[in-house]
């Protein structure tokens, strides 16, 4: 089991749009993924579970990832955490 710490840089938090850009990197990977908060925790598996976190800019998580090729898993769900994400506007 590896854990790493990650700031989330997103302006408008961890919403719906950057969840689903996570859950779907968590579903390449067979092992446990978590995330941990001051509010509390979730399995990355969960879009609902995930989004109840209430994740805001500036907070700093835990990111818990154990099995085979759980540091590379890590560092990635890390570097998407603190991706500053630039979504285009819906139309309509």
Same mark, same amino acid.
């Given at each position: 089991?590896?854990?790493?710490? =990650? #700031?989330?840089?997103?302006?408008?938090?961890?919403?719906?749009?950057?969840?689903?850009?996570?859950?779907?990197?968590?579903?390449?990977?067979?092992?446990? +993924?978590?995330?941990?908060?001051?509010?509390?925790?979730?399995?990355?598996?969960? +879009?609902?579970?995930?989004? =109840?976190?209430?994740?805001?800019?500036?907070? +700093?998580? #835990?990111?818990?990832?154990?099995?085979?090729?759980?540091?590379?898993?890590?560092?990635?769900?890390?570097?998407?955490?603190? #991706?500053?994400?630039?979504?285009?506007?819906?139309?309509?």
């Amino acid at each position: 089991m590896i854990e790493m710490q =990650a #700031t989330i840089r997103n302006a408008q938090g961890i919403h719906c749009r950057p969840s689903a850009v996570i859950m779907k990197e968590t579903q390449k990977y067979d092992g446990e +993924v978590r995330v941990l908060s001051d509010k509390a925790d979730c399995d990355l598996r969960s +879009v609902m579970g995930l989004l =109840a976190l209430g994740l805001e800019r500036g907070e +700093v998580i #835990t990111i818990r990832v154990d099995g085979n090729g759980e540091e590379e898993m890590c560092k990635r769900l890390v570097a998407l955490f603190e #991706t500053e994400f630039d979504f285009p506007p819906r139309d309509g």
